[in-house]
């Protein structure tokens, strides 16, 4: 996590808020009340979690590899963890995460991040907000050079980006390369510092390994970075790590005949990461994109020829779906290439309670085993995309490499959605990020809302729910904490979901820069919404709803309160037997036609419906310990 920086005379390092406002801001001024800050953070993968304690420096490794060495980070391991491989890599030592959401353009699909949190995602230091030093690094495990010369021509090879998706490194801070000699010191190889301009693009390094030095059973190297330790501060993103022979020199590869996967440029909903299924259903056509979008590379100066396929499948029900493309050829030179699929050749089934979409594009491009000793060079051709289909909204992709906040005490922030058919929301998901100050205890009011009054300064807000929360950080990185609304909405049609912070330490919650949904998000600081216009990105905010597929039969949603309801269809009364204290009713559209309480040693109640239309409602109990819903139909 990180806010831009500019320095002063004395070196010492100065938050700079970026605003989302209406208003470019220079580096000499700093304008509150008008919006968001977003500042860059780190890594909250969902997979760092279930991971070995952390190998501190100085502690016995008795594993011993060969080489060549090689790492994508994209095989099938990285597909489950987020972490280091523990064959190649030292377990947790540095506290990098493997991604695919930090680089830009990378070589292959997957990389590994280093800034400024451990292995937990947790800032090195969280008590004082300046300090920087030695933060991530990423070490092999120990490699048998004993029978290397120089002949051999043996080098490092990798790719490097400062930045990407992330936050930009200040002049001091720096990725340093290091090899261990025979003696056990680690000798400096190679360094570049932040204020080296790349354009934030993916560079290639190759540094020979030519010395007697480093001919030994014990030889290690590794990448150290140097940045500030109060959040994922200056990132640096690594990719297509290999020891072995140097085939050539070049300043854009090693000569390697591969063709990687990239990456996935568009995702199976035009406007979501995730939704509803029966939001989907309801307009499913306008809905879906057109065209699925993937990216490859070749990483050799001559032209390759590759074919390629794509399946969609349905996780859930482990049902493969179909094939939406097969059997196209691309020639790809020296770049990367992009290739498209349609989703209209696979119809999705209908009436079911949930689906995971996997859409898997399959390259084949003819390498072959051997070409680099022990390396499967075809774990790159297979790059994987996701789409949820069950009962929330996720505009996000469920990494947040920023952090966005108001910067006021009572601001408040709202976040737009509509919705293609009535709804009932239930509860509200929220991913708040650790950065620079510990807000745990702190209280804020989660706020939903019909409408936003644009033109009045707020007077005229249609608030449906103010509920107040106390702020506590999910117990594993990258995990969204769900909250339980007071009373269950009945919605429709447009509606807006956020917070409004009741002290002056900003909240900080996790903000995507791989999604967009910037215009969906307002600020209040001053008594007047403003719309987000600079800055593209989505918020780790989701509203959950009630499943109506899934509201079918009495018998699976009674087991949590016992109770009688009859007769259904009802002539305009319906009779209640059970300790129920509490009913609402709600209609198609979302509106709540009936609300009542009872007292609670009453087994035996009646609510008068003969006022209502002939239709299908949705009945909504309530106990002190238990809930229950059911379906219930008027027909007079």
Request: positive net charge; charged residues 20%.
């Amino acid at each position: 996590m990180k806010y831009s920086k500019f320095h002063l005379s004395l070196g010492q390092k100065l938050i700079f808020p970026i605003l989302l406002s209406l208003f470019l801001l220079s580096a000499s001024q700093t304008l509150y009340g008008q919006g968001l800050v977003i500042s860059p953070i780190g890594s909250y993968p969902s997979g760092k979690t279930h991971i070995p304690a952390r190998i501190e420096e100085g502690s016995e490794d008795t594993t011993r590899i060969s080489y060549p060495f090689f790492d994508d980070f994209t095989s099938v391991y990285y597909r489950k963890y987020n972490n280091p491989d523990t064959s190649l890599w030292l377990a947790n030592n540095g506290g990098g995460y493997v991604n695919d959401s930090y680089g830009i353009k990378p070589p292959s699909f997957g990389l590994i991040t280093l800034d400024g949190i451990n292995y937990l995602g947790k800032p090195y230091n969280f008590t004082d907000r300046f300090i920087a030093g030695e933060a991530d690094n990423l070490t092999s495990r120990r490699i048998d050079l004993s029978k290397t010369t120089t002949a051999k021509r043996l080098a490092l090879t990798f790719y490097w980006q400062s930045q990407g998706n992330g936050s930009k490194p200040d002049a001091e801070d720096y990725l340093l390369v290091q090899f261990k000699d025979s003696l056990g010191n680690w000798v400096n190889q190679w360094q570049r510092n932040g204020n080296v301009n790349t354009e934030n693009t993916f560079q290639y390094v190759s540094l020979p390994v030519n010395s007697p030095i480093y001919f030994h059973k014990n030889f290690q190297f590794r990448f150290q970075v140097f940045c500030r330790l109060s959040g994922a501060y200056d990132t640096w993103n690594l990719d297509y790590i290999l020891l072995d022979s140097l085939r050539r020199t070049n300043v854009r590869t090693q000569g390697i005949l591969d063709i990687t996967s990239s990456r996935i440029d568009t995702h199976y909903l035009k406007r979501y990461r995730a939704m509803p299924i029966d939001q989907f259903y309801a307009n499913a056509r306008n809905e879906t994109v057109d065209s699925l979008f993937m990216f490859s590379n070749n990483l050799h100066e001559t032209f390759n020829v590759f074919s390629y396929d794509a399946i969609l499948t349905d996780l859930v029900k482990k049902e493969r779906l179909g094939v939406m493309r097969d059997s196209s050829y691309i020639i790809l030179a020296f770049n990367e290439q992009k290739v498209a699929v349609p989703t209209n050749r696979v119809p999705l089934p209908q009436n079911r309670e949930k689906m995971i979409l996997e859409y898997k594009f399959r390259m084949n491009t003819g390498e072959k085993d051997g070409y680099i000793k022990n390396v499967n060079l075809r774990s790159n051709d297979t790059i994987v995309g996701i789409t949820v289909l069950d009962n929330y909204y996720a505009y996000d992709d469920g990494t947040a490499e920023f952090a966005a906040t108001i910067n006021q005490r009572f601001g408040k922030l709202a976040y737009r959605y509509v919705l293609n058919i009535p709804a009932v929301l239930t509860h509200i998901d929220l991913m708040f990020v650790p950065i620079d100050v510990n807000l745990k205890g702190e209280t804020y009011n989660l706020r939903v809302w019909k409408n936003l009054d644009f033109k009045g300064r707020g007077a005229k807000d249609s608030v449906l729910l103010v509920q107040n929360i106390i702020l506590d950080y999910a117990d594993s990185i990258n995990k969204f904490t769900r909250i339980e609304l007071s009373r269950r909405l009945a919605l429709s049609d447009t509606f807006y979901v956020g917070f409004e912070q009741l002290s002056d330490k900003n909240l900080t919650i996790g903000f995507d820069k791989n999604t967009d949904s910037g215009s969906q998000i307002f600020t209040n600081t001053t008594n007047e919404w403003l719309p987000n216009k600079l800055n593209k990105g989505s918020l780790m905010l989701r509203p959950v709803f009630l499943n109506k597929n899934a509201v079918s039969s009495n018998e699976r949603y009674w087991t949590h309160l016992p109770a009688k309801i009859y007769p259904n269809p009802s002539n305009g009364e319906l009779i209640i037997e059970g300790k129920v204290n509490q009913v609402q009713l709600v209609d198609m559209q979302g509106k709540v036609v009936l609300e009542k309480t009872f007292f609670l040693y009453e087994n035996y109640n009646s609510l008068d419906l003969s006022h209502l239309s002939n239709g299908l409602y949705l009945l909504f109990l309530q106990s002190d310990t238990a809930r229950a819903i059911q379906k219930v139909v008027i027909q007079k």
